[in-house]
Nanobody
Framework: QVQLVESGGGLVQAGGSLRLSCAAS????????MGWYRQAPGKGREFVAV????????YYADSVKGRFTISRDNAKNTVYLQMNSLKPEDTAVYYC??????????????WGQGTQVTVSS
């Protein structure tokens, strides 16, 4: 069982930065692939980024590539999403996910409650 709690969301102007954090409970955190997904109003949940157990494999959605960076600290049971050059279209609820396999579809086993990111133009 893994419990996930996101933090770090907020309101930021276009071009600004935010860093999201996701704190995980459970002793097996390091065994999970960790991902970030987002859901904008009226839209489905979409993949943003994922990172492997060791952190040596990362994948990003094309829409965020070059602007967002996913990282993890297994000693702290935490995964991060550094978001730079934010755009109004990045506005969404961002969810952290833990999965025993690497995937880029919103079918993870464990989910956090989400944190709101709002980018003003």
């Amino acid at each position: 069982q893994v419990q996930l709690v996101e933090s770090g969301g907020g309101l930021v102007q276009a071009g600004g930065s935010l860093r999201l954090s996701c704190a995980a409970s459970g002793r097996t955190f390091s065994r999970y692939y960790m991902g970030w997904y987002r859901q904008a109003p009226g839209k489905g949940r979409e993949f943003v980024a994922v990172i492997s157990w060791s952190g040596d494999i990362t994948y990003y959605a094309d829409s965020v590539k070059g602007r967002f960076t996913i990282s993890r600290d297994n000693a702290k049971n935490t995964v991060y999403l550094q978001m730079n050059s934010l755009k109004p279209e990045d506005t969404a609820v961002y969810y952290c996910a833990a999965d025993p396999i690497l995937r880029t579809t919103p079918q993870a086993v464990y989910w956090g409650q989400g944190t709101q990111v709002t980018v003003s133009s």
